[in-house]
């Protein structure tokens, strides 16, 4: 079955260090999201992109978050420098096009603990 | 302000019985209807969907039941079985940028499907 691959499944750092989560979306998905998911706000948008191109990122904080996709195989989710409050599960999906038609792929996560 | 109302939080049900998960939303540009399964440790998948033309949605176990009017909708599942157990998030799909659909999700139901 394909899959979307997300790295590293799990994440301890401290706070103000610079974290990168990596996603692999499944081949031939042409939209990438980036979700976090925490008890208290349930799975929130934080960004997303079609054919590589970032359309919205207005659920990141701007000014510790950045999102890229340098190729088609990789999206990248990074925080500097990272906050307590950022602990959170950061999903990955990808769809073929519109999830109507296709429905979304979700990795299994990246867990973010920032002590 | 919650897009999409989830209820109930957490809910246990015998094995055989019918779990009913329900959910309320506002904006009416919303044109898709997912409902996904999460196990612990893993990303959601999309487990049924339904268009908002349609009253009723039905694959094996798992029946969508929607009401344009009330803008409300809701998920059962027939026969439940301890295997169900799992966190589900109904969500609401409209039209983003670019062409690529956004998820609002609701924050979950907790199910436990006792022996």
């Known amino acids: 079955d394909a899959r979307v691959t997300q790295t590293p499944r799990h994440k301890v750092t401290e706070m103000g260090q610079e974290v990168t989560m990596r996603c692999q979306p499944i081949l031939g998905h042409n939209t990438v999201f980036w979700y976090r998911q925490t008890m208290m706000q349930g799975l929130e948008l934080l960004a997303y992109f079609r054919n590589r191109a970032p359309l919205d990122d207005s659920g990141m904080p701007k000014d510790r978050f950045s999102a890229e996709m340098p190729d088609a195989t990789l999206a990248t989710l990074k925080i500097q420098p990272s906050e307590p409050r950022d602990s959170a599960v950061y999903f990955c999906?990808?769809?073929?096009?519109?999830?109507?038609?296709?429905?979304?792929?979700f990795g299994s996560g990246t867990r973010l603990t920032v002590v | 302000q919650q897009q999409v109302k989830q209820s109930p939080q957490s809910l246990i049900v015998q094995k055989g019985g019918i779990s009913i998960i329900n959910c309320a939303y506002e904006n009416t540009a919303f044109d898709y209807f997912p409902w996904y399964q999460q196990f612990p440790g893993k990303g959601p998948a999309l487990l049924i969907a339904i268009r908002p033309d349609v009253s009723e949605k039905k694959e094996g176990r798992f029946t969508i039941s929607f009401n344009k009017s009330a803008k409300q909708f809701s998920l059962h599942i027939m026969d439940s079985q301890p295997g169900d157990s799992a966190t589900y998030f109904c969500a609401a799909s409209q039209r983003l940028g670019g062409g690529a659909d956004g998820l609002t999700f609701g924050k979950g139901t907790h199910l436990i499907i006792q022996p």
């Open positions: 999906a990808s769809a073929k096009g519109r999830e109507a038609n296709y429905g979304y792929t």
